[in-house]
């Protein structure tokens, strides 16, 4: 499977990104540049964490017209395999491949701490070989993470089984405790109506390698590689 | 062809001292020249023999420290961080500095831009930074003001750090009522580079272009070096303008590019720009390269129309760079920078003159041999004097037999307090509840390299990707010790890092340390500087940890208010094999024996509980032996190395009490222990902060192979109970369950903050 990670400007978590399906995976890897219109034939566009443009604006507001994202845009029209993590997803939003917005933690402080995510369904290319019964421990790192979105958009996320992950406790219960940004019914991934986007504010990558001792991310890559062989 | 300085605006004496300087600094200025200087080569001398620059109070005594070993591939002071070599063509770069005299105004871009500084401290070196520590102090926690600095600098760290993309991994933070006016924020960053690969910064080549890259050039910062050097007054606030402002997305950019850069034959040398701005970098590398610099000030890029040429020498605004370019190199590099958006301007050639030359619109403004400048040049040197602080007199009146000892069965008096109630108190002290209110606000796992996220040890534990070994880093300093006896005090500091690191499972490798001291120009205070010096030099020998370099912060002290306490920083780096996994603090299983290494002492001076629940300021130093601490670790090292812990923490603040209810906490576990030495005080075998102790678990059934190794090494160990499944008992008395405390100590800091 070839993998395209995508670099703007300020992307921060890019390597890690590569390191984890390069290393981890054994992926092939090219990194896209923002300036670039060439995705190079990539089965799966990442896009990665980070402040990308200084995020100072709004998360992802600018990169979202940057030259790659049109190519991104078109590629996801076309069914195209597109993947954001944190200032991915944040991205994703902005340029309207995903519906709803990550607006401010509620805590109004940046948060970066272990947490738990629960799969809601395994009817998606990150989610296909998940125990939907366990919780998985993934790191968070945002300032701007609450998910929100309209209730008709709510109401048609869940028609539509496009809530991925939602925050929960180490037992796998949603509580409001266990929800650290405020998101909306804690939702802490989706994807979009056809089932080839998919963003999440949880870091996967930082969940593969056991010199870290916290492999619960692998299992999303594993999925992603699964469907993707599958389907080629 | 002399060419002829501007003669416009020759300088006077009293703008000499408007700009810090003293008389007979001006005299000196004008015999060099051979004239009176004009302004603008006033300016630039003041921020050079500025204290911040030149280290003209404290080069005598930095000399003395330890710079030689093995692993050293740099010289202390030699380059802008220390460098030693980790095996496997690759180098450590590591250094810590200080951000005080900023953060105490300002302190959100104060804190901010103490982190952006030392990072370009480590890339300007062609290492990629990979991990970040700080080490904080500040007034009285109920202080409203105190809750302002600290929410500002945290932010400030967090926001620069996080969005630049270096984790956070590790770091320090007390409160004490000293820091109210002066609080202290010291960054260290630590990269890794190939060896061979890595940067100097030098001017060599004549007729090589001087390029400047990064941030253009505004007025801020205008001597924040001069600024650095002065007592804080109630003037200070004036001194706004002084501080700089952050811009981590610039920096980020810069470091990306300078690495693209340093994969091209091209680069000569480069430095960042820190304080005193373009006038420091151009200066420090032609001086050490023995070459001279022709500067063009109007071609530098600048963020404001009709900057004065001293603006523009003097400003500190931040992510800048400053490259020396072999010949042919240009279009290359301009390539890079255009690719990473950034601006940049070549401003200057490399020449044989030995003098920075700087000009304006073709006006020769500034001429100056550059070795006059710097240190190890012409700057000053000056051996202080010194005298021993009227305030030892009362700590040596300490008597440790009129505080009451606390009781854990029942009270022989009624002055005694229960020691589970001090117990309680002290779980929620604010110098040593947890941090997490702190270390959640900044990004700790970019990189995907922190091992000690989810495998927690006293020392932070970093993978090095592409190398089977990671590093153990550390920054330590517990000031109060080294108030009540500078030279104790100051070993002290360097054993507990060197002993975080061995309790990690590594090997201490090097030191950098951060000398935060009050004004140099007090007696008493340079005699703290003095023998914190002397007995940190005495420890790194010991240790074999040479001092790579580091900063000095003097003047950290206001007009009405004393010094701080002389707060010497050390920061450690060590390696860890990384074919197993690192040693870790907690306990791991119910019914694993829990063992004391190290002596127990009927000690409690300077310890925490002796100053929050007895009120008692003035008391000596804590119990410490340097031959002990050492052989204490090699125990704990040789421990480590034939598998026998399961867990290894060292006692600090908060005596054994605290380091038993860390290594608990994380699981969810107890401990059931029994003091078992009658002669020993309760307070100074729970509370007490003896020094040399690190408290251990072990698989039951391994314990008397762990006695085997360790007899014989000279250092006492003692079984002293048991790990529970939550339950807290010391000689049978409840001391509640694990829960009681979990909650209290985490949310803490959350609560004081509030």
Known sequence: ?232 | MTEQVSQKNLATVEQAQQLGLRIEEFEKIKEILGRTPNFTELSVYSVMWSEHCSYKNSIVWLKTLPKEGDKMLAKAGEENAGLIDIGDGLACAFKIESHNHPSALEPYQGAATGVGGINRDIFSMGARPIAQLNSLRFGNINHERTKWLVKGVVKGIGDYGNAFGIPTVGGEVYFDDCYQINPLVNAMSVGIAKVGKTVSAIAEGVGNPVYIYGSSTGKDGIHGAAFASKDITEDSAKDLPSVQVGDPFWEKLILEATMELLETDGVVGMQDMGAAGITCSTSEMSAKSGTGMKVWLDKVPMRQADMKDWEILLSESQERMLVVVRKGFEKQFEQIFEKWDLTYAQIGEVTDTARVQYYMHGELVADIPGESLVLGGGAPVYHREYEEPTYLKEIAKFDIQTISDVFIEKAINQNQKSAVEVAKALATHPNICSRNWIYNQYDSMVGTINQSTNAPSDAAVVKVKGARKSIAMTVDCNSRYIYADPFKGAMIAVSEAARNIVCSGGDPAAVTNCLNFGNPYNKEVYWQFVHAIKGMGEACKRFDTPVTGGNVSFYNQSSDNDAVFPTPTIGMVGLVDASKPHMTLDFKNVGDTIYLLGQSQNDIASSQYLVSQHGVQYSPAPYFNLEEEYALQQAVKKAIANNSLLSAHDCSEGGLFIALLESAMYRGLGFDIVKSDESLRNDAFLFGEAQSRVVVSVNTAHAANLEQIIAGLGVSFQKIGTVTSGDLRINGVSFGTIQDYKTPYQTALTNYLA
């Not at chain 1, 896209?32 to 896009?47: I, S």
């Not at chain 1, 078109?74 to 993947?83: H, W």
């Not at chain 1, 809601?120 to 125990?131: A, C, E, K, R, V």
Request: a negative charge; charged letters at 15%.
């Open chain 1, 1 to 232: 499977m070839k993998v395209g990670v995508v670099i703007f400007p300020g992307s921060n978590c890019d390597q890690d990104a590569v390191y984890a399906f390069q290393h981890e995976f054994s992926c092939e890897v090219v990194t896209l540049w923002h300036k670039d219109h060439d995705l190079q034939g990539v089965d799966l566009v990442f896009l990665p964490g980070g402040f990308s443009y200084g995020d100072y604006l709004r998360s992802g507001a600018i990169a979202r017209f940057s030259p790659i994202m049109q190519n991104v845009i078109e590629f996801a029209g076309k069914g195209g395999l597109v993947f954001g993590v944190c200032n991915g997803f944040q991205v994703l939003c902005e340029s309207g491949l995903l519906p709803g917005a990550l607006l401010r933690n509620t805590s109004v402080k940046f948060n970066c701490q272990n947490v738990f995510i629960k799969p809601q369904t395994n009817n998606s290319l990150i989610t296909n070989q998940l125990d939907l019964n366990k919780a998985l421990k993934i790191p968070i790192a945002h300032g701007e993470g609450r998910f929100y979105c309209d209730e008709q958009t709510l109401a048609s996320l869940k028609t539509n089984d496009q809530i991925l992950f939602t925050y929960c406790n180490e037992q796998g219960i949603v509580t409001p405790e266990s929800n650290p940004n405020g998101s909306l019914e804690n939702i802490a991934g989706i994807c979009n109506h056809t089932r080839n986007v998919f963003g999440m504010m949880p870091h996967p990558e930082r969940a593969v390698d056991a010199d870290l001792y916290n492999t619960d991310g692998r299992g999303l890559f594993e999925s992603v590689l699964q469907l993707a062989s599958a389907s080629r």
